[in-house]
């Protein structure tokens, strides 16, 4: 015990001491200065991150068909009649078929040069940036102002053509939706293995509405390579029961494809008053603000996107 007391009066133990208690105090005086830089030399000197990359690739992804690369399916709008619902309701469809379904847009060179050079919209021209739109001049011999024009557009191989390698084309137009309260994807239905699925235009026949159609583009070529010509059968009266879509889901149901019945198809889209009352709750709608105008308030409940699409303004077929 003589030693401990001994210890604590001598002089070197006390200049230690005081040497010790003024370190502490110093170091504490500069941390409250800036403890952020105190703490940050601190995190420095127990982890060096010089070595490390901090560049993270915001464009990097492993998503099949992402931004822009056609692949086994691609969704494709033909519009030359530029409305301001035309982009969101693009948009729309980006954002609901998700990164894996490239876009394509169709239209004029005259309405490129008016509307899109560039867009108003900067969501709009990000996503042409980044490929995950891509817009498109059509030939100048098509005319889509008409529903004739559109007919022959979407009946000649040209666009089909186009979309190589898809197996699988999703068409949709500017009177069509798709919902985000949707049970299922388009992907589902693709899955499901389909030929052509859409609205119904007979309770028990084979035949579908075109204006939001998941097709099999390979078959569609087939049907052409073949010598058949939805123009000339039409102009010569051999075809006389309407456009390009009921004449190829008629050439398709010929030839055995996998077409889905009236009730299948509904969970796909509706557009009549007659498939609102069957189906509530479909994957989207087509034209319904034409067929079925009483009943938007019931479809806005299920698909509040509805609004987007809105009455078309084609020229009718004469």
Same mark, same amino acid.
């Given at each position: 015990?003589?030693?401990?007391?001994?210890?604590?009066?001598?002089?070197? =133990?006390?200049?230690? /001491?005081?040497?010790?208690?003024?370190?502490?105090?110093?170091?504490?005086?500069?941390? &409250?200065?800036?403890?952020?830089?105190?703490?940050?030399?601190?995190?420095?000197?127990?982890?060096?991150?010089?070595?490390?990359?901090? /560049?993270?690739?915001?464009?990097?992804?492993? /998503?099949?068909?992402?931004?822009?690369?056609?692949?086994?399916? $691609?969704?494709?709008?033909?519009?030359?009649?530029?409305?301001?619902? =035309?982009?969101?309701?693009?948009?729309?469809? *980006?954002?609901?078929?998700?990164?894996?379904?490239?876009?394509?847009?169709?239209?004029?060179?005259?309405?490129?040069?008016?509307?899109?050079?560039?867009?108003?919209?900067?969501?709009?021209?990000?996503?042409?940036?980044?490929?995950?739109?891509?817009?498109?001049?059509?030939?100048?011999?098509?005319?889509?102002?008409?529903?004739?024009?559109?007919?022959?557009?979407?009946?000649?191989?040209?666009?089909?053509?186009? %979309?190589?390698?898809?197996? *699988?084309?999703? $068409?949709?137009?500017?009177?069509?939706?798709?919902?985000?309260?949707?049970?299922?994807?388009?992907?589902?239905?693709?899955?499901?293995?389909?030929?052509?699925?859409?609205?119904?235009?007979?309770?028990?026949?084979?035949?579908?509405?075109?204006?939001?159609? =998941?097709?099999?583009?390979?078959?569609?070529?087939?049907? %052409?390579?073949?010598?058949?010509?939805?123009?000339?059968? +039409?102009?010569? !009266?051999?075809? +006389?029961?309407?456009?390009?879509?009921?004449?190829?889901?008629?050439?398709?149901?010929?030839? !055995?494809?996998?077409?889905?019945?009236?009730?299948? &198809?509904?969970?796909?889209?509706?557009?009549?008053?007659?498939?609102?009352?069957?189906?509530?709750?479909?994957?989207?709608?087509?034209?319904?603000?034409?067929?079925?105008? !009483?009943?938007?308030?019931?479809?806005?409940?299920?698909?509040?996107?509805?609004? %987007?699409?809105?009455? !078309?303004?084609?020229?009718?077929?004469?």
């Amino acid at each position: 015990m003589s030693t401990i007391l001994a210890l604590f009066k001598s002089r070197q =133990l006390w200049r230690i /001491t005081s040497i010790l208690v003024l370190f502490f105090i110093t170091g504490a005086f500069l941390f &409250a200065l800036n403890p952020r830089e105190a703490l940050a030399d601190k995190s420095n000197f127990l982890l060096d991150t010089s070595s490390y990359d901090s /560049t993270i690739d915001a464009t990097a992804s492993t /998503t099949e068909n992402a931004y822009g690369v056609i692949k086994d399916k $691609v969704a494709v709008i033909s519009d030359t009649q530029y409305t301001s619902r =035309l982009i969101p309701l693009i948009l729309h469809f *980006h954002a609901i078929l998700g990164p894996s379904w490239p876009i394509i847009f169709y239209t004029s060179q005259e309405t490129i040069t008016k509307h899109f050079t560039p867009s108003s919209s900067s969501i709009w021209n990000r996503a042409v940036d980044d490929r995950r739109i891509q817009i498109r001049t059509i030939l100048p011999e098509h005319n889509l102002t008409s529903r004739y024009g559109v007919n022959l557009f979407l009946s000649r191989p040209w666009l089909w053509e186009q %979309l190589a390698p898809a197996k *699988h084309v999703l $068409v949709f137009q500017a009177d069509s939706i798709i919902c985000g309260n949707g049970k299922m994807s388009v992907d589902d239905f693709m899955e499901e293995g389909w030929d052509w699925i859409a609205a119904t235009l007979h309770p028990t026949e084979h035949l579908y509405n075109g204006g939001l159609s =998941l097709r099999n583009r390979s078959m569609i070529l087939d049907i %052409l390579s073949e010598g058949n010509n939805w123009e000339e059968e +039409t102009t010569s !009266g051999e075809w +006389t029961m309407g456009g390009e879509d009921v004449w190829f889901s008629r050439k398709m149901d010929e030839r !055995g494809a996998k077409l889905p019945s009236q009730k299948e &198809a509904l969970r796909f889209a509706v557009q009549h008053e007659w498939h609102i009352t069957e189906e509530k709750e479909p994957l989207g709608y087509h034209k319904v603000h034409k067929n079925a105008p !009483g009943r938007l308030r019931e479809i806005e409940r299920w698909c509040p996107e509805i609004a %987007l699409a809105a009455p !078309g303004i084609l020229e009718p077929s004469t």
